[in-house]
Each structure stands twice: as C-alpha cells, then as structure tokens.
C-alpha cells in the first residue's frame, strides 16, 4: 500500500502535538523524522496483517491504516513481554555469557525503554547472540518477538537433551564456550548429525570421520529425530533446517570432528 507524502504529514502532525501535549507542532527536525519513521513503521507493520486482502479492494486511508498499526504495535508489545515472562523461569543459558546477558540483562531493559508511541521502530538492542534466522530486514518490537521465538525454539529443542550432555558438547567444540558468540543450538545440531552420520547412540564417543555419502541423506534423517523426539513439530523442523546446510558445508570440509 503506497501513500503521498500529502496522506502521512496530517499523522505526523497529531503524533508531534501528542508528543508535545497538544501545546504545539512544532518540534527539531531530529523528532519530526522519528515520528515520520514511527507513522511509517506502523503502516507497515499493518500492511503485514493486510497481506490477504482481496484483489481489489479499496484502498485503506492512510490514517485508518496507521491505527491498525499502532493496535498492532501494542499486541505484538503485550505477546513479547508474556513470551518471555514465559520462558524466564527455566531459561537455561548454559553457563553461555552472550545468550545469558541478551536474555537476562538486555531484554529486560528493553521492555522498560520502549517506546511503541514515538518510537516503535527503535530496536534499542544490539541482540548480539546469534540465532538461526535472518532478522536483519526487521526492527522495533518486531525483531525482538522474532529473536524470542527463535529462543523459545532453541529452548525447546536444547532441553531434548541433558544439562550436563549439551555442557560436555559445547566444551568439547570450544574449551572457553562461556565466551564464545555461536549459537549453541547450531553447534548442538552439528554433534546430532556426526552421531546420526556415525550411527552410534548420542552419548557414544567418536573417535573418527565417517563416510560423507551420508550427509545427503541429513535431511531426511533431521524429520525423522524431530519427529520421534520432539512429536513432529514442524516450526521447529524448519528452525533446525536453517542451520543444516551451514553444518554440511563444515562438515565436508573438517579435517577434525570435535569427540563429542
């Protein structure tokens, strides 16, 4: 949905008289274009939920498109804040420094510094544990939901295992993983699939390469463990299969497979 410059500047104007208390609209250049971003921010954030509209249709007023946005906006805000009040209580970083203080330092001060009125599309975060999706096209409350579910995801499928054996996997790919920046569900994976590629039980060693003719059939092998293990959760398949092609590729050209 395209809208003139002549539909938006009228938004912009009540949000700059909101934001001043309705006592003027006349704000630093520096604010008009962050409620300029904030007003677009929120379009598109409708425009997502508008997706499935019939071919045709009229065209929504911009004004009556931004509300939606903002109503979008909030719930996504209230769905984010309840994800994570969710996950905190077993949140389990693995003695890991970055997902521990992403989750447990960093998030938390979001939630208080946000400002889905006048500034929805600030991320604030830096997010610097990295997760199996690309969410770099995205921003404000979005990425971080995003980011949480991916988390609630890594949760789920890390909590399949033992504390002690996913511990003993992430010390065996990296001595100091107390400071490494990987995401530990990909490294997890990666011990999974050289065990499936073995065909030895998940808490056997393994002591040497086996045949790579083995990794083209990963794939199939990854469906059959998520569905025998995890009751064939299918978002989760998916999230693990964003993960599978990096580890072939490191797993064809590993001169060492770390004993897990």
């Known amino acids: 949905m395209n809208y003139e410059m002549e539909e938006l500047v009228p938004i912009v104007g009540k949000l700059a008289e909101k934001y001043t208390g309705r006592e003027s609209t006349s704000i630093p250049y520096e604010k008009a274009e962050q409620l300029m971003g904030a007003v677009l921010y929120c379009l598109y954030e409708a425009e997502q939920t508008e997706r499935n509209l019939p071919v045709g249709q009229k065209k929504i007023p911009a004004q009556q498109m931004y509300e939606r946005g903002v109503e979008v906006v909030r719930e996504k805000a209230g769905k984010a804040l309840k994800l994570y009040n969710d996950m905190a209580p077993d949140f389990d970083s693995y003695e890991n420094r970055c997902l521990h203080d992403t989750f447990v330092k960093e998030l938390p001060e979001f939630f208080k510094r946000y400002d889905r ?5 600030n ?16 921003a404000g409350i979005h990425r971080i939901y995003e980011f949480l ?26 001595g100091q993983h107390r400071d490494m920046t990987e995401n530990l569900c990909e490294i997890v994976l990666l011990a999974v699939m050289v065990h499936m590629m073995a065909g030895k039980p998940l808490g056997e060693r393994i002591l040497e390469e086996e045949d790579y003719e083995k990794i083209q059939k990963m794939k199939v092998k990854l ?38």
């Open 149 to 174: 579910l991916c988390l609630e995801l890594e949760q789920k499928f890390l909590k399949g295992f033992p504390q002690g054996y996913v511990r003993n996997i992430l010390t065996g790919y990296w």
């Open 117 to 121: 009125s006048f500034d929805p599309q």
């Open 123 to 138: 991320t604030i975060l830096t997010l610097d544990y990295p997760v199996l999706r690309d969410l770099s096209g995205l």
């Open 223 to 260: 469906e059959r463990f998520v569905k025998e293990y995890y009751e064939g959760n299918r978002e989760l398949e998916d999230y693990l299969l964003g993960a599978v092609k990096g580890n072939l590729l490191r797993l064809r050209e590993a001169v060492y497979i770390p004993h897990f």
